[in-house]
Each structure stands twice: as C-alpha cells, then as structure tokens.
C-alpha cells in the first residue's frame, strides 16, 4: 500500500528555536495533505490543511504564523513549529488522502518536545 | 458540522473473546464515509475497515467487523477473538468534505482497549 514518511521521529529542542517536521508521499502524490495533533492521551485533533500551490487552511484557534506550513511538491509537506514553547510538545502526524474514498494514509507521526 | 462520539474511555477484554467498541456520529452529508484506526503505544495509526454511508452490507476486514446502523447513526466495531496484541487505542473517524475536491477525517476521543490473558 501507500506510504507516507516523516522525518524527524523524534526531536528534542529548546524553548525558543524553530522545529521543521518533513511529510513524504512516498509513491503517490499528494495534492493535499492533513498535518494533525495529538497530546497525551487524547485524540487527533486536525491542525491545518496543505494544499500544495496554495495556501495552507487552518483550522479554528492555530496560529498560522506559529505553525508554518509549506506544500513545496506533490510529495512533500512541511510543518514549521516557530519559537517552540514546551506547550508546543505534542505528537505531531501528518497524512495524505489517496485515490480510493478509503484511503488516507498516515505518517508514523513526530514526537516532539520543547523543553 | 461533522462530530464522532466514543463513549468508552477504556475497555477490557478477556483473551479470545469478542469485543464491540462503541461509535456514534452526526453529520448533515448525504455521503460520508466512517473509519476505525487502531493506535498502538508506538503512535502509528493503523487503518482497520471502512464503511460507505452507501453500502449495503456491513464491512468485515479479518476479525474486524462493522455493525453499521444508519438511522440510528451508529458504527461500532466489533473485534472477534480478541488477541494480546490488540490492546491499543482504537478510533472511530469520519470523512467529510474540504473542499477543493478532497476530504479530512474528524476523530473521536478514542477507546483504550486493554486484552487480558
């Protein structure tokens, strides 16, 4: 089946500094892709939309300027976390939705941690 | 708007027994679409089954089944011989449309499902 890669799976970084989370399809393109969040024990929550050649879409409440998101090709989706705060430390999963109404593809998800 | 109720924070189950996770939803579309992902302590979201608010027949995938009931808005998923190796979070998702020709999935909060030996 499909695949969808992130990269880092893990980062550690301090209060203040920019994190950069990379999202791949890695053998279908993807026009659009889903960048979600998940705190501890809660569900995914969906942050914004990537469209790539657009835009990205945020949802209600995300700040965009604090959560860059850039759709630079069809396979490739990143998410910017500006000034990292250790309120940022979640983990963070993007997905791709594929051709069939069923498909939606997730990465393995970054767990990310500001201290 | 779209919104997905899972009213079982945790569950247990006793090893190869059956299990049904509950899901209820509401949504004004016509069409949509209903998901069940599984979610092991590693993060990664594993797709279970999938079922089409017009499909006829209740989706199976293995020991996955889907006991889908439209009028009453309900999708549970029911797990068949339940093994150890099935204790994971569980998350019932419904697709609804973004625009520009593409879709998201709303979740609910989840089930943690707990098999004991």
């Known amino acids: 089946g499909a695949v969808v890669s992130q990269h880092p799976s893990r980062v550690i970084c301090k209060s203040g500094t920019s994190v950069k989370i990379e999202c791949r399809s890695l053998?279908?393109?993807?026009?659009?892709m889903f960048w979600y969040r998940q705190f501890p024990k809660q569900s995914l929550m969906l942050m914004a939309t990537?469209?790539?050649?657009?835009?990205?879409?945020?949802e209600q409440g995300v700040e965009k300027d604090k959560f860059l998101i850039n759709h630079a090709s069809l396979t490739l989706s990143t998410l910017t976390v500006t000034s990292a705060h250790p309120e940022d430390s979640s983990f963070y999963i993007c997905?791709?939705?594929?051709?069939?109404?069923?498909?939606?593809?997730f990465g393995p998800g970054t767990r990310l941690t500001v201290l | 708007a779209q919104k997905i109720t899972q009213t079982q924070p945790g569950m247990f189950v006793q090893e190869k027994e059956a299990v049904t996770l509950d899901c209820t939803y509401d949504?004004?579309?016509?069409?949509?679409?209903l998901f069940w992902y599984k979610q092991p302590s590693s993060g990664e979201m594993i797709f279970l089954i999938y079922?089409?608010?017009?499909?006829?027949q209740n989706a199976t995938e293995g020991r996955y089944s889907l006991n889908f009931q439209k009028a009453r808005k309900s999708a549970n998923l029911v797990i068949s011989a339940s093994q150890l190796g099935d204790s994971a979070m569980y998350f019932c998702?419904?697709?609804?449309?973004?625009?520009?020709?593409?879709?998201?999935?709303?979740f609910g909060k989840g089930t943690k499902l707990s098999v004991i030996p």
């Open positions: 997905s791709a939705p594929g051709g069939g109404v069923n498909e939606q593809f």
């Open positions: 053998d279908f393109q993807a026009t659009t």
């Open positions: 990537s469209n790539e050649g657009s835009k990205a879409t945020y």
């Open positions: 949504t004004s579309d016509p069409s949509y679409g």
């Open positions: 079922q089409g608010s017009y499909d006829q």
């Open positions: 998702a419904m697709r609804s449309y973004s625009g520009a020709g593409s879709y998201q999935l709303t």
